[in-house]
């Protein structure tokens, strides 16, 4: 057991965990989140306290609840075991490579999810929808941070056309290698704050861990931990905190999430088009070329343009195609 100046509110700890707490809960048990799940073992931290525990919660069926990266556990303070994980604010999840049917979890209970791309020409509103579609999905609440505004002379015609994507989208431009530049994202950063990065391969989320971190941290530096046959295993820990007081979840589950993990949401990013066919003549319209399409009637109008109804049409049918992400919970 380590101490640490932490507090639960430090941690990440609100109201919301709080009020799940039974009366006797309160009496017997204590919160801790885990910050980092190995083999067979969990690191935990409390109030004050940081240790491994074991990640098996007695009495628990294989389709309970698991602890993964960011979550909250409630441990017995007699047995010092888990008793069970809380409710989550959203949990990010794939399903298995390899096993469809399996799902793995990724990491819950974030924030803010920065949604990484870059000011050239790998930047693409497609893939942002894309991600937002994610977002929506899963709960957490989006930030679209456009990098390297250093190596562009219109950094501005990027970010206008990411918020046109949605209305009231925060959108932010940042040169992620300088902490001056990046310091507007710190209102999201903040004590007790979760965020998580999203984006494509070579968009500069590394390059920003590590801006948002600071020069005192400690990105690369492997954590030594005993695991319990006394060996030293070597792991990374997941959850990073951040100059400003808050968390960074940053996992290679994380970094691997493909867009095709998100399904439903697509109607959240494109209502308008959701609301225009619902003026269609023919409930089932394709939108094509049948007789009172609402859909085509508003293109031609230019109140919705012909650009986001073809990627609103891709989106549809891979959703059909793909079996829908796991609603989230309220
Ligand atoms: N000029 C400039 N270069 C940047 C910026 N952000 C990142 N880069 C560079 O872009 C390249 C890719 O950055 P990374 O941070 O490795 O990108 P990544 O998103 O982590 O890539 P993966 O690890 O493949 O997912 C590196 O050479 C960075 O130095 C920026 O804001 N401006
Ligand atoms: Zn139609």
């Known amino acids: 057991m380590k101490s640490t100046d932490e507090s ?5 700890w609100n109201a919301f965990f709080s009020e799940q707490l039974s ?8 919160p801790v989140r ?10 935990v931290a ?7 525990v ?5 009495g628990a069926s294989p389709s309970d609840d698991h602890p993964t990266v960011g979550d909250w556990l409630l441990i017995d303070d007699a047995t010092l075991q888990p008793t069970r994980v809380l409710r989550r604010m959203n949990l990010f999840k794939r399903r298995a490579p390899g096993d469809p049917r399996k799902e793995q979890m990724i990491a819950a209970n974030i924030d803010t999810l920065f949604i990484v791309a870059s000011c050239n020409q790998d930047f693409s509103v497609a893939r942002l929808e894309r991600y937002l579609v994610l977002a929506h999905e899963v709960g957490v609440h989006p930030v679209v941070v456009l990098t390297k505004t250093d190596l562009t002379e219109t950094p501005e015609a990027f970010a206008a056309a990411a918020r046109a994507i949605e209305p009231g989208l925060r959108v932010e431009t940042i040169n992620g290698r300088d902490p001056a530049s990046a310091a507007c994202l710190a209102a999201w950063c903040g004590p007790g704050k979760t965020v998580a990065l999203l984006g494509s391969s070579g968009v500069g989320k590394s390059t920003l861990v590590n801006t948002l971190r600071g020069s005192d941290s400690i990105a690369t530096q492997a954590i030594r931990a005993k695991d319990d046959t006394g060996r030293h295993t070597t792991t990374v820990r997941e959850m990073h905190r951040l100059g400003g007081g808050g968390w960074l979840l940053d996992t290679p589950g994380m970094r691997e999430l493909h867009l095709s993990d998100a399904a439903a949401g697509v109607s959240e990013i494109f209502d308008d088009f959701v ?9 089932d319209c394709a939108h094509g070329n049948e007789p009172g399409c609402a859909v085509q009637a508003a293109i031609a109008a230019g109140t919705l343009t012909a650009a986001r109804f073809d990627r609103w ?3 549809t049918a891979e959703e059909r195609a793909t079996p829908t992400y796991p609603k989230r919970r309220r």
């Open 34 to 43: 885990v910050m980092a799940v190995h083999r067979g073992k969990i690191t």
């Open 313 to 315: 049409r891709q989106l």
């Open 46 to 52: 409390g109030a004050g306290v940081q240790h491994s």
């Open 275 to 283: 609301l225009a066919a619902q003026g269609c003549r023919f409930s």
């Open 54 to 58: 074991t990640p098996y919660i007695p």
């Open 8 to 12: 639960l509110e430090e941690l990440g």
């Open 23 to 30: 009366v006797e809960e309160t009496q017997d048990c204590h």
